[in-house]
């Protein structure tokens, strides 16, 4: 931290002189353009000393910050291991992203001693939030680099899993009084670590940060007290959670509320919620979107409206046919298999067609009748058997009510109510 | 003189096909040139000892790359060629502390001007460096250091002057801001994942080779056909293992064994015994995915589905190890099937999601994914078509799972019809051979007290029928605990 580095040693004065965290988490942010510089100020065998003694200089400015030693030796460490990963970066035509991740890793763990140990307050958790948010960046890379040489290996990003596993936990335990808690840090370190947890593939870690959290929910600050960016992205990730547990109903509260709460400009995201709050409502509610809510987000439109479409009009073939065209994507995301649900919608409806056709007789409608429609539907002849399959079906789930007669071939609705929630 | 752990840990090198020296020899002699035309008469064992470079040297020669401008970097590998030779030359690099050896001259980078303005009196504590300091001074001037000067001189003068007042502006407009959403795209952007090699990554390239593993497989020396699966808990012994051509003639005694003798334990025995033959030599070819799969179809066949599932994981490493050989869709296929078995959606999910375009054609795999899609739509009529239809050994997987579809399939029925619905056609729709095998499982089920045989006086005389309303209570009830046995859930 030579002096031509002014603005490094600045931002940290002026940060800890205003208590602005931002400033203070954005000295190690690895898009800084000054890095290829702080690479270059110094040398592995010399950086300690000199970021330490930028350290004193800046803390001793004014009004000293920072009053005991070990205060700025963490500092020191933070630095040293921010100048490792920057040299890291900067210094080699090709990039060692395992050295990276070592840097980053050291410079996170040091970051997390300093609220353990050297009292750092809940205007630095920017910092906290910084140093994970590279972390797992870092990680990702250094894991693709190895994937690259042929490695099947997600072993680094494992690792900062557990280390930003380490960061909620002083953040959840904090014990001061809540305006000097490290708890409103939580949320913020929880949705790094679903997105970690996610891309590892271990979505039932997710869950056990859940529980931890409803142990300690009583202390816990309202969610609605945190920022709002934070309680979206968690809302999102609990609904998607409850959603690949098949909790459908839960999923649905979590996933409206992120909605709603989610910034209007912030199309990405407002996307992502509907991904799944749409095959969702489907189920819960057999609600399907409308062309207007879809509008804004043409990729969404283009695989969902179809498909709204033919649930609407009890067009089978059609559907299996534009779930198939999305199935990749579908499947990508994880809906697929939900998706595939909404062919019961799609039967209901046509069989509530025929219904409708039949008039005055039709509480007793032959299954010839539905036959013909689900033949037609689907553009393939369809057994008498398979579509007497259908209705039972229908019939246990509670779309329809009525029986069938088999000796009588004969299909027996219920006079009021017979297709429940679709208005006959 | 240390010998360096590895070397008296080791086991005998005449047990490692492909031992490293010979490719670290290579890659030493282009770099370090000199060293091997004057080694090149020594003894082999010198030769081999000193391949081994100390972790401390690695860490200096990484140190010497560190802080090396550009333009020496050619006179400081021939510094740095001269210094690791003479090392090795008097025998010195395992006692030399390299962690504070002088770097090479040409390998310092000057110390930037304004570090003369820096503050503190802490220069002597510079030990290593302080010697080098000013070598090279006049020519080896980075350009960044220049940059810097240009570039920055202004702002930092007039942020020395009042930093306080004009950092909220800073704040918004220099680099210390919100990064903005997309600073991850920006440094995939920066740090591309494919950039040029260097002197540097060539020394990595001689590291990382020097670091892989020395551990090679052993050869084993058994001649015996037989073996009885014993669990291994130390390092297994030659002595005791069987080498390639005996296991592929204990494979044939075994095919031929089970075609006689039928006799599943013994069977069973031998496989995981073969299996771990093959597992602590380290062979993974053709003749081990043949293994694997025989196995597993013989478990299939006989409903171990926890050997078959050892073998399937087991398949699926080989499998995308590319080597060739083998049924991977016919296994793909099964796989899909034990998903079904035990209700794993999400595991469907990603099986579903590597599925390629080849094998959507392939017929076993059409049939399990049409067995997933009936399963998923509660198609009944359709799932039983399929199970007396299964290709390979999918019947068998099928068997696992054909009783608790038989039981929602039973309880959806007794929902629907009334009044009853007639015995034979339960037979026909749920996939049973005949009238027989259908009580069979009714009596199993204890359902048996719902089905009447009608006396009426019409001609459907001494039909048997089921009383689907009177069942459905009993069969509904049977139907959830077979199912929370795999623990399915979110039924909509």
């Known amino acids: 931290m030579s002096n031509h580095l002014a603005r490094y040693r600045r931002a940290w004065r002026v940060a800890y002189a205003s208590e602005n965290g931002k400033l203070l988490a954005s000295t190690l942010s690895l898009t800084n353009t000054d890095l290829e510089e702080f690479a270059y100020s110094t040398n592995s065998s010399r950086v300690a000393e000199d970021v330490l003694r930028a350290l004193e200089y800046e803390n001793s400015a004014a009004r000293p910050k920072i009053t005991n030693k070990a205060g700025l030796e963490v500092w020191t460490e933070v630095y040293v291991a921010f100048w490792k990963v920057a040299q890291a970066l900067e210094r080699h035509d090709e990039v060692e992203w395992g050295v990276v991740f070592a840097g980053m890793k050291d410079l996170t763990q040091a970051v997390i001693r300093g609220f353990q140990n050297s009292g750092w307050e809940v205007w630095q958790l920017e910092v906290l939030y910084t140093a994970c948010k590279y972390l797992r960046y870092v990680a990702i890379r250094a894991d693709e ?50 997105k970690t947890y996610f891309k590892l593939n271990a979505i039932t870690l997710s869950k056990n940060i859940l529980k931890a959290l409803v142990a300690n929910t009583t202390e816990m600050p309202d969610l609605l007290d945190f920022r709002t960016s934070d309680v979206v992205t968690f809302k999102y990730y609990c609904g998607v959670i409850a959603f690949l547990d098949e909790d459908y109903f839960k999923a649905e509260e979590h996933l409206d509320m992120a909605y709603r709460l989610c910034h209007k400009a912030a199309q990405k995201n407002k996307e992502l919620i509907l991904t799944y709050l749409i095959p969702t409502k489907l189920l819960t509610r057999r609600q399907l979107p409308t062309a207007a809510l879809l509008k804004p987000y043409p990729s969404l439109e283009a695989l969902f409206l179809p498909l709204a479409k033919c649930i609407k009009a009890g067009n089978i073939r059609e559907y299996d046919e534009h779930l198939a065209k999305g199935e990749d994507w579908f ?94 | 003189m240390a010998a360096p752990p590895w070397r008296t840990t080791g086991g005998t090198a005449v047990q490692r096909p492909g031992f490293h020296s010979v490719t670290i020899k290579k890659t030493l002699g282009s770099n370090i040139a000199v060293a091997s035309n004057r080694t090149a008469s020594q003894t082999p064992t010198q030769a081999s000892r000193r391949t081994q470079f100390p972790d401390a040297l690695k860490a200096y020669v990484a140190r010497t790359f560190e802080d090396c401008p550009t333009e020496t970097k050619a006179e400081v590998e021939v510094a740095l060629k001269k210094i690791i030779t003479e090392a090795f030359e008097n025998e010195s690099v395992w006692t030399i502390d390299w962690a504070t050896y002088p770097l090479p001259s040409a390998a310092r980078r000057p110390a930037p001007d304004s570090d003369k303005m820096d503050i503190s009196s802490g220069d002597e504590a510079i030990p290593v460096s302080n010697k080098f300091h000013k070598v090279g001074n006049g020519n080896n001037k980075r350009k960044l250091g220049s940059r810097n000067q240009s570039d920055h001189a202004v702002p930092d003068r007039e942020a020395n002057l009042r930093p306080d007042k004009r950092s909220k502006k800073q704040n918004n407009s220099s680099d210390y801001s919100y990064e903005g959403p997309d600073a991850f795209k920006r440094l995939d952007r920066k740090y591309k994942k494919h950039q040029s090699k260097n002197v540097f990554s060539q020394y990595n390239a001689m590291h990382s080779a020097l670091d892989s593993p020395g551990f090679a497989p052993i050869v084993g020396k058994a001649t015996k056909l037989e073996k009885r699966y014993l669990r291994l808990t130390s390092a297994p012994d030659p002595e005791t293992v069987r080498p390639l051509p005996v296991l592929e003639k204990t494979l044939e005694l075994l095919k031929s064994k089970w075609k006689a003798e039928n006799n599943y334990s013994y069977i069973c025995d031998q496989f995981k015994s073969l299996r771990q033959d093959l597992t602590v030599q380290h062979i993974k070819n053709e003749f081990t995915i043949n293994v694997y799969e025989i196995h597993a179809r013989i478990a299939l066949e006989k409903g171990d589905l926890g050997e078959y599932n050892q073998c399937q994981s087991q398949l699926a490493n080989l499998y995308s190890d590319g080597i060739l050989g083998g049924h991977p869709h016919e296994f793909k296929a099964y796989r899909i099937l034990y998903l079904l078995h035990t209700c794993n959606r999400s595991n469907m999910n990603d099986i579903l999601a590597s599925l390629t375009s080849a094998e959507k054609q392939d017929r076993a795999i059409l049939h399990a994914l049409a067995v997933r899609g009936a399963v998923a739509s509660g198609n009944f009529h359709r799932f039983f078509r399929l199970y007396l239809d299964a290709p390979n050994m999918g019947g068998y997987l099928m068997d696992s799972f054909i009783d608790r579809e038989r039981l929602a399939a039973l309880a959806t029925i007794c929902k629907s019809y009334r009044p009853e619905i007639a015995f034979r056609h339960i037979t026909e729709e749920l996939g049973f051979e005949n009238d027989s095998e259908c009580e069979a499982f009714f009596v199993k089920q204890n359902f048996s007290d719902f089905v009447k045989t009608k006396d009426t006086n019409d001609d459907s005389k001494g039909k048997t029928v089921l009383e689907t309303q009177r069942a459905y209570a009993t069969i509904e009830a049977a139907k959830s605990a077979a199912f929370k046995r795999v623990d399915i859930k979110g039924q909509i």
């Open chain 1, 331 to 424: 499947v990508k995301k994880r809906i697929f298999l939900t998706l595939e649900r909404g062919r019961d919608i799609t039967l209901r409806n046509l069989f509530r067609k025929v219904y409708l056709a039949a008039g005055e007789s039709r509480t007793r409608i032959p299954v010839d009748h539905f036959r013909a429609a689900v033949s037609w539907k689907s553009g393939v002849d369809v057994e008498a058997e398979e579509v007497e399959c259908f209705l039972a079906n229908m019939m246990y789930k509670g779309y329809v009510k009525g029986y069938i007669s088999r000796e009588r071939g004969m299909v027996v609705l219920s006079g009021s109510n017979a297709f429940p929630g679709t208005g006959v």
């Open chain 1, 145 to 194: 680099a190895k994937r690259a040489a042929g490695e099947d290996t997600w072993k680094q990003l494992e690792e900062a899993a557990r280390i930003i596993n380490r960061a909620f936990n002083v953040c959840l335990n904090d014990r001061a009084e809540l305006g000097q808690s490290r708890k409103w840090g939580t949320y913020n370190i929880i949705n790094l670590l679903f």
